[in-house]
């Protein structure tokens, strides 16, 4: 059911080369209960078929970026952030998919907590294929101290987020952060005693991160992690915990070194899904994604005609 009650909201979805996934994540958004959106589409330099998809949508609530440049993840979300036409403004990944009431729940906590800047979710871990393989939700009483910060373990998803438009203007990605650049966001943030945020305890957010996974990648996060914590862990950070943050990403960056030379990667992807799922949470979310996978979008059969 649409709840004309909550506010219309601005979906940002940035993509790169994501042809195999980006129309179901597109399905994820016009499958939502809330039906008051924008999509906002932004495509960073992509050589595949992407920017074909999403220009191949016919409804006059998506709008099409592209420069042909590639300018990254954190440009795109700021630039996201200014093109965003309503007050409210929600992330979503090109390779993910949604609860069909992500943001219907997302908007009723927003606007019944006015102190609140941010709302996220728990996350369902997919295989790249769909599967659901583990859940990771934060407790009802869930509090976010600067030790879990500083460690990347505060149980903010970043994809998940859904927040009030200025919040983001005044506090803008760090561009120049090849990756973390979330983390990094909310480090700068909370030092500025400025991180007003609730995550509901609910899986709202399917998230395929086999992909993410990697020796290559957890290094670069841990890398980028201590550079925010130098440089950006100020205010509210005492030089005790800021410390004790450093050294634990030292010691992570040795383990993932000696667990990749011994070829044991699926350690780490299975402690991240170590909640597990159980049957009936497992049968919900394969029926949301059948869901979304069987709607039909509107589509300009002209536009693919031609591309084709």
């Given amino acids: 059911m649409v709840d004309k009650a909550l506010p219309p909201v601005s979906i940002g979805l940035p993509f790169y080369n994501s042809e195999q996934f980006l129309l179901d994540a597109?399905?994820?958004?016009?499958?939502?209960?809330?039906?008051?959106?924008?999509?906002?589409?932004?495509d960073d330099g992509s050589t595949d078929k992407s920017l074909d998809i999403a220009r191949s949508i016919d409804d006059p609530r998506v709008r099409v970026y592209s420069d042909?440049?590639?300018k990254r993840l954190a440009t795109r979300l700021n630039e996201i952030n200014s093109l965003a036409k309503y007050d409210i403004v929600a992330r979503m990944d090109a390779d993910d998919l949604m609860d069909t009431d992500r943001i219907r729940k997302q908007l009723e906590c927003l606007m019944e907590h006015?102190?609140?800047?941010?709302?996220?979710?728990?996350?369902c871990s997919l295989t790249d294929d769909g599967k659901p393989v583990g859940i990771r939700c934060v407790s009802p009483n869930h509090h976010i101290t600067e030790k879990a910060l500083l460690a990347g373990q505060a149980g903010i998803v970043h994809a998940s987020i859904l927040g009030r438009k200025e919040w983001f203007m005044r506090n803008r990605y760090r561009e120049d952060l090849p990756k973390s650049q979330d983390t990094n966001?909310?480090?700068?943030?909370?030092?500025?005693?400025?991180?007003?945020?609730a995550i509901i305890p609910e899986p709202l957010y399917y998230y395929r991160e086999d992909g993410n996974v990697t020796a290559n990648k957890l290094l670069l996060a841990y890398r980028?992690?201590?550079i925010s914590i130098r440089e950006d862990a100020k205010g509210r950070f005492t030089n005790r915990v800021r410390t004790k943050g450093l050294m634990a990403l030292y010691a992570k960056s040795s383990a993932v070194t000696l667990l990749n030379w011994l070829g044991k990667m699926d350690v780490i992807?299975?402690?991240?899904?170590?909640?597990?799922i159980e049957a009936a949470e497992k049968a919900k979310v394969l029926g949301e994604i059948q869901t979304v996978q069987a709607l039909q979008l509107p589509v300009n059969q002209a536009h693919m005609a031609e591309k084709s």
């Fill in 269 to 276: 992807r299975r402690r991240r899904n170590q909640q597990g």
């Fill in 26 to 42: 597109i399905k994820s958004v016009f499958a939502q209960t809330h039906q008051e959106w924008e999509l906002i589409l932004v």
């Fill in 224 to 226: 980028v992690g201590r």
């Fill in 185 to 197: 966001l909310w480090i700068r943030s909370f030092s500025q005693d400025d991180l007003n945020i």
């Fill in 68 to 70: 042909g440049k590639n």
């Fill in 114 to 123: 006015p102190e609140l800047d941010l709302v996220g979710t728990g996350v």
